[in-house]
C-alpha cells in the first residue's frame, strides 16, 4: 500500500515561506512520479507541482512559477515543496501524491495512484 505522509503546513503571514515534505517509501518514491496538489474551500483541486522519478526534473504551474520550488531527497524518500512570498490565494489544504506514469508535466492529468491525508496552509494578510 502506498503511503505519503505530509508534515509543514501552517498559518502564516503574506511574504513569508513555507516548507511542505512528503514522505513515502522506499519503493513509492523510486517508482512513482510525486508531486502537489491542493485545493482551497470551495474550489476544485489544483496541480501544482511535479518531479520525475527517473530524472528529476521538475514541472511547476505558473501561477506559482518563481515563488514554488519542488525537490527531492532520495536518501530520504522525500520530496519537497518550498513555497515563498506566499500569498493569501496560496491558503489550502496541500496534498501529496503519486503517479506512476507519465511525467512531471503530465502529473496534473494522470490517474492518481495515492494520496496523502493533507496538510493546511493558511496565510493571513
Known amino acids: 500500500q502506498v503511503q505519503l505522509v505530509e508534515s509543514g503546513g501552517g498559518l502564516v503571514q503574506a511574504g513569508t515561506s513555507l516548507r511542505l515534505s512528503c514522505a513515502a517509501s522506499?519503493?513509492?518514491?523510486?517508482?512513482?512520479?510525486m508531486g502537489w496538489f491542493r485545493r482551497a474551500r470551495g474550489k476544485e483541486r489544483e496541480f501544482v507541482a511535479a518531479?520525475?522519478?527517473?530524472?528529476?526534473?521538475?514541472y511547476v504551474v505558473d501561477s506559482v512559477k518563481g515563488r514554488f520550488t519542488i525537490s527531492r531527497d532520495n536518501a530520504k524518500n522525500t520530496i519537497y515543496l518550498q513555497m515563498n512570498s506566499l500569498k493569501p490565494e496560496d491558503t489550502a489544504v496541500y496534498y501529496c501524491?503519486?503517479?506512476?506514469?507519465?511525467?512531471?508535466?503530465?502529473?496534473?492529468?494522470?490517474?492518481?495512484?495515492?494520496w496523502g491525508q493533507g496538510t493546511q496552509v493558511t496565510v493571513s494578510s
Open positions: 501524491a503519486a503517479v506512476s506514469f507519465g511525467t512531471a508535466q503530465t502529473m496534473g492529468i494522470m490517474p492518481i495512484n495515492s
Open positions: 522506499e519503493r513509492t518514491f523510486n517508482t512513482n512520479n
Open positions: 518531479i520525475s522519478r527517473s530524472t528529476g526534473s521538475t
